[in-house]
């Protein structure tokens, strides 16, 4: 079992930066990939980035190019998902997902996830 509890969501203006952590309990969290995805209000879950369990390979939705970073510290169970640039329609819920899977799997379908945090409401002001 893996618990996972979001944190570092707020509100920010249009352009700035903020930096949202995922903290992870249970099972060793280097044998899992991780994830980060967001829902906003009236559309569907859509991935915004993934990492591989050494964290050498990463992924990243179309919309997040260029601007967002996923990183992971094994040694402190924690992932991390560095936002910048941020604009309105970055405004959503941010969920934490872990999977036995593949962070590649995860980009595809969100049923790749196993283990999903309670999320952190992101919103960006114009």
């Known amino acids: 079992q893996v618990t996972l509890v979001e944190s570092g969501g707020g509100l920010v203006q249009a352009g700035g930066s903020m930096r949202l952590s995922c903290a992870a309990s249970g099972r060793m969290v280097g044998t899992y990939a991780m994830g980060w995805f967001r829902h906003p209000v009236g559309k569907e879950r859509e991935f915004v980035a993934g990492?591989?369990?050494?964290?050498?390979?990463?992924y990243y939705g179309d919309s997040v190019k260029g601007r967002f970073t996923i990183s992971r510290d094994n040694a402190k169970g924690t992932v991390y998902l560095q936002m910048n640039s941020l604009k309105p329609e970055d405004t959503a819920v941010y969920y934490c997902a872990a999977s036995a899977g593949t962070a590649a799997a995860m980009a595809a379908t969100r049923d790749a996830c196993d283990y999903w945090g309670q999320g952190t409401q992101v919103t960006v002001s114009s």
């Open positions: 990492i591989s369990r050494s964290g050498s390979t990463t």
